[in-house]
């Protein structure tokens, strides 16, 4: 499930090569590795949770794959705030097309092939398997978009700088990476932004699970200053939280286990979380 990345990145080995799917613009991509995680004493908790059992059974009913049993690892991709549209899902696992063509031998669902690709579309979700066991899922054009860019090979794995927080965090369960400068909420005119925040030119995430989830944020600014003030600001953030929260037990121990650090232009933020915090 993975390929060498071609041109100015090829030397950072492997990538899950769901990402070739990704627009060139694109604000986030993130990645799961669904069976890693459910399988787990934190994500069997994680998923119980009502919230991610209804997006699970809309999906359902929707594409009529099933996260649970039929989906091995998930790729998100989101294109920036201001588009506000259904994110692009990557899925690779097990998949029946059987049932999304009983929707179209029913008339509710209406099918077309795009670049020797078969989408069906009920609704305003699309499905295309681009492979036997690769699932795209998503607004009809965002899908038809997906195809075109992985055939003409003109996506985000071309962005060095993405590629490279990526690959630092391609051992873990869970990772995404995001343009800060992508969303709304950077809009320099308004007081409340920070200017340590507003310098915050990448933010990357990422955790591995067990029987609690350990996980590093990782903030890239424009340059070391403004790390050195996001590294200050952030501390007193740290210290009014542990004043806030000293009385709850499972919340001062997840503060107590954060552990800030500094490297050029980024700040790293570590921590734990126990199950009975999600």
Request: proline share 4%; charged share 25%.
């Amino acid at each position: 499930d993975l390929r060498p990345l071609a041109g100015p990145e090829k030397s950072l080995r492997r990538i899950p090569m769901e990402v070739a799917y990704a627009s060139p613009d694109a604000a986030l991509v993130a990645f799961v590795d669904v069976r890693r995680v459910t399988e787990s004493a934190f994500g069997r908790t994680l998923v119980s949770l009502p919230r991610l059992s209804e997006g699970r059974a809309s999906l359902l009913a929707e594409t009529g794959i099933d996260v649970s049993t039929d989906v091995d690892s998930l790729m998100i991709v989101a294109g920036r705030s201001s588009t506000r549209g259904r994110p692009l899902l990557i899925a690779r696992g097990r998949f029946n097309p059987a049932s999304r063509e009983l929707l179209v031998q029913k008339r509710v669902a209406v099918a077309e092939e795009h670049a020797n690709v078969r989408i069906v579309t009920h609704g305003d979700i699309a499905v295309a398997y681009a492979a036997p066991d690769l699932a795209l899922i998503g607004p009809p054009a965002a899908v038809r978009s997906a195809i075109d860019i992985e055939a003409t090979r003109s996506g985000i794995a071309n962005h060095a700088d993405v590629m490279r927080l990526m690959a630092a965090r391609r051992h873990d369960a869970a990772w995404l990476v995001a343009r800060a400068t992508s969303f709304a909420g950077r809009d320099s005119t308004r007081p409340s932004v920070g200017t340590s925040i507003q310098s915050i030119e990448w933010l990357v995430a990422s955790g591995d699970v067990a029987e609690t989830l350990r996980g590093v944020v990782q903030a890239e600014a424009e340059s070391d200053e403004s790390a050195r003030d996001l590294r200050s600001t952030t501390a007193g953030l740290i210290t009014l939280g542990k004043l806030r929260w000293r009385s709850n037990v499972e919340i001062a121990r997840a503060l107590d286990s954060l552990n800030l650090s500094l490297d050029g232009k980024s700040v790293f933020l570590a921590f734990q979380l126990s199950a009975q915090l999600v």
